[in-house]
């Protein structure tokens, strides 16, 4: 069965950085879009970056010039560096893939950034 497993998330002060990785099993992740998606108390799920199996790269206007996907297809991982980190950005992250037909879902790590 398909795994999506994330870590990285944690405490962190306004301005930190955070590094979130999610690492994917009995996934044809090569050809996946691979993507981060947030949820804050009492919100919708918002999509926050995304990086197709092409190299095409797409971010939450919240976000840009903030936050920066990666992946590494060998190791089957996508990352979400996370720098400026500002309250709002609090939330549980979940690491997302798609492909034709399918989406998977991770469980979810939770990030705080709080004084």
């Known amino acids: 069965q398909v795994q999506l497993v994330e870590s990285g998330g944690g405490l962190v002060q306004p301005g930190g950085s955070l590094r979130l990785s999610c690492a994917a099993s009995?996934?044809?992740?090569?050809?996946?879009?691979m993507g981060w998606y947030r949820q804050a108390p009492g919100n919708q799920r918002e999509l926050v970056a995304t990086f197709t199996s092409g190299g095409i790269t797409n971010y939450a206007d919240s976000v840009k010039g903030r936050f920066t996907i990666s992946r590494d297809n060998a190791k089957k991982t996508v990352f979400l560096e996370m720098n400026s980190l500002k309250p709002e950005d609090t939330a549980v992250y979940y690491c997302n893939a798609v492909r034709p037909g399918f989406t998977y879902w991770g469980q979810g790590t939770q990030v705080t950034v709080s004084s």
């Open positions: 009995r996934i044809f992740f090569s050809i996946s879009t």
